[in-house]
C-alpha cells in the first residue's frame, strides 16, 4: 500500500471511531461526565491506535513508526521549549497586571501526588512526575501524528508541507472537543478559542515535526507534547490568579501563546536549520 493510501486508511480509522466516541462523550456529559477521564485518554490514543492499524494492515508490521530513542540533545529541547513559549506568556500578563503569582496551586499538586503539601514539592513533582504522567496520553497522540504522519507525508511533501498539513489534521482533530466539550475558557467567545488555538498549534506543529525529522524518532516529540501539557495546564495555569483579561492573553486559548511559540519556533530553525526530508524519515 503506497503512503498516500496508508495515510486515507489512517484518516479513515480516526473519522470513524473518533466521530461516534466524541458523540458519546458529550451524550454522558462531556469533560464534566463520570467517563470524560477515560474518553480523554481514548481520544489521545486513537491516533497512535489507528496508525498501528494501518501499518498491520498495509505491511503487515509496527515497523516503521519511529521507535528508536535518538539522540539527547532532542530530549533536553523536548522539554525546554515547551516550559519556554509555555511559561512566558504568564510571566508577560503577570508583569502587565492582568494576574498575580501563587503558589497554592504547587502545593495542592504536591498533595494530589501523596507527598507532603509544599510549594516547592508541588513544583519538583510538576516540573517531573507530571510530565511523565501526561505521556501516557501525549505518546497515544504523537505515534499517530509524528511517528506515522509526518513521515508519510515526507515522502511527497517538503519540511513546510509537512508540517502544515499535519497542522491542519491535528487541528480539525481537536475541532469536535473544542466544539462540543467545554474544553476552551468559558471566559473567552467560540471564535477566539478557535482563532488562537489554531495559530498556537501551527509553530508547535513545526517544533514537533522538527523534533521529529532531527532525531528521527517519535520519542522526543512525545516528551515535548507531555511537557507542553504538563506546563501549560498544571504548571503556570494553577501558578496565577487571574484578571477578566487574563484567559486571553495565557494558556491554550490565549493571544500571547501563538506569539511565543511563533518566537520559539523562528529561533529553533534559525540555529538548527530546516531539516531535509530524505527517504530515510
Keep these: 500500500m503506497t503512503p498516500p493510501r496508508q495515510i486515507l486508511l489512517f484518516l479513515a480509522i480516526i473519522v470513524g471511531v473518533g466521530l461516534p466516541m466524541s458523540w458519546l462523550m458529550v451524550r454522558l456529559g ?3 461526565g463520570p467517563y470524560a477521564d477515560a474518553f480523554v485518554l481514548g481520544g489521545m490514543w486513537l491516533p497512535g491506535l489507528s496508525a498501528m492499524a494501518t501499518r498491520l494492515i498495509a505491511v503487515r508490521s509496527l515497523a516503521g513508526l519511529s521507535w528508536r530513542l535518538g539522540a ?30 501563587t503558589t497554592a496551586g504547587w502545593a495542592q499538586a504536591a498533595a494530589s501526588h501523596g507527598l507532603s503539601p509544599d510549594a516547592m514539592v508541588g513544583l519538583a513533582a510538576l516540573l517531573t512526575v507530571d510530565v511523565v504522567g501526561n505521556l501516557a496520553g501525549s505518546l497515544g497522540e504523537e505515534i499517530g501524528w509524528r511517528g506515522f504522519l509526518v513521515p508519510a507525508l515526507s515522502r ?5 508541507g509537512v508540517a502544515t498539513v499535519s497542522w491542519l489534521i491535528w487541528f480539525a482533530f481537536h475541532l469536535p472537543i473544542l466544539l462540543t466539550t467545554g474544553y476552551r475558557p468559558a471566559e473567552t467567545p467560540l471564535w477566539m478559542s478557535l482563532l488562537a488555538f489554531a495559530a498556537m498549534l501551527f509553530p508547535v506543529s513545526v517544533i514537533l515535526a522538527w523534533l521529529r525529522l532531527r532525531s528521527a524518532s517519535l520519542w522526543p516529540a512525545a516528551l515535548a507534547h507531555a511537557a507542553h501539557n ?11 490568579v487571574p484578571t477578566p483579561a487574563t484567559p486571553w492573553l495565557v494558556a491554550e486559548f490565549g493571544a500571547i501563546t501563538p506569539l511565543a511559540a511563533f518566537a520559539v519556533m523562528v529561533l529553533l530553525l534559525r540555529l538548527g536549520g530546516v531539516p531535509r526530508i530524505s527517504a530515510q524519515t
Design 30 to 32: 462531556g469533560l464534566a
Design 72 to 101: 539527547a540533545r532532542y530530549f533536553g529541547l523536548a522539554y525546554l521549549l515547551p516550559l519556554i513559549y509555555g511559561g512566558a506568556p504568564f510571566v508577560i500578563a503577570v508583569a502587565g497586571g492582568h494576574g498575580r503569582w
Design 156 to 160: 511527497s511533501l517538503g519540511f513546510w
Design 230 to 240: 504538563a506546563f501549560i495546564l498544571d504548571l503556570f495555569g494553577p501558578a496565577v
